[in-house]
């Protein structure tokens, strides 16, 4: 094959751990995040309620948008999640503060199927969930290219930082294989909490 001096190798693109520091947020990111989204825009409780359910219950973007009312039960506090990816339903407990931001989104938006709406009752988009986190991280300044997926492993680190166990974060999670789930626990920093006493 016949190579001129001036081409260039083919390179491959890289993974998505190769071109990011890390692919999760912290809690305390996560709250700046939310602070910023509940600042910005005409539909801030919306938008920041959108992140706290994402993170919360780690769930995928997909699964954020498509969320029903009919998936919640504001009187016992809790949330049927359906997960995709034929990923495990679970039902999640809501904390107060879920609940609390739920109710007012349903005054907010009456008469709704879906728990996120745009003015014109349509569900919120991929697209658009994917905007607000980006308007929000930045004007959070954060110093991290956010994305959605980041919320779901928010939780997941989380969750095994807690010192919570691998099965009932799998289950959590919805994850099918266990191997998804381990990646959280091998990467907590409780494991490594003792190693220097000062």
């Known amino acids: 094959m016949n190579k001129s001096k001036n081409s260039l190798p083919h390179l491959r693109k890289p993974k998505n751990a190769e071109c990011r520091e890390r692919e999760h947020l912290t809690e305390h990111e996560i ?5 910023a989204a509940k600042n910005i825009g005409r539909h801030g409780h919306r938008d920041s309620t959108m ?8 769930l995928r973007i997909t699964e954020l948008v498509r969320l029903k009312w009919s998936q919640i039960d504001l009187y016992q506090g809790l949330l049927h999640v359906n997960r995709l990816k034929n990923g495990i339903q679970s039902t ?32 919120v ?17 954060l110093d991290l290219k956010v994305h959605p997926h980041m919320l779901r492993h928010a939780a997941g680190f989380k969750l095994a930082n807690d010192g919570n166990d691998t099965r009932s974060i799998q289950l959590y999670l919805g994850h099918r294989s266990i191997q998804n789930t381990i990646r959280y626990t091998e990467l907590s920093s409780e ?8």
């Open 92 to 123: 999640h407990p809501l904390a107060g503060v879920e609940i609390r931001s739920l109710r007012k989104l349903k005054r907010d938006y009456p008469e709704t199927d879906f728990l996120f709406v745009s003015e014109r009752k349509a569900p």
């Open 51 to 58: 992140i706290l359910i994402a993170y919360r219950h780690g």
């Open 191 to 198: 494991r490594f909490k003792n190693f220097w006493q000062d």
């Open 125 to 141: 988009t991929d697209h658009t969930f994917r905007k607000i986190l980006t308007r929000a991280s930045q004007f959070a300044k």
């Open 31 to 35: 709250d700046k995040l939310m602070r």
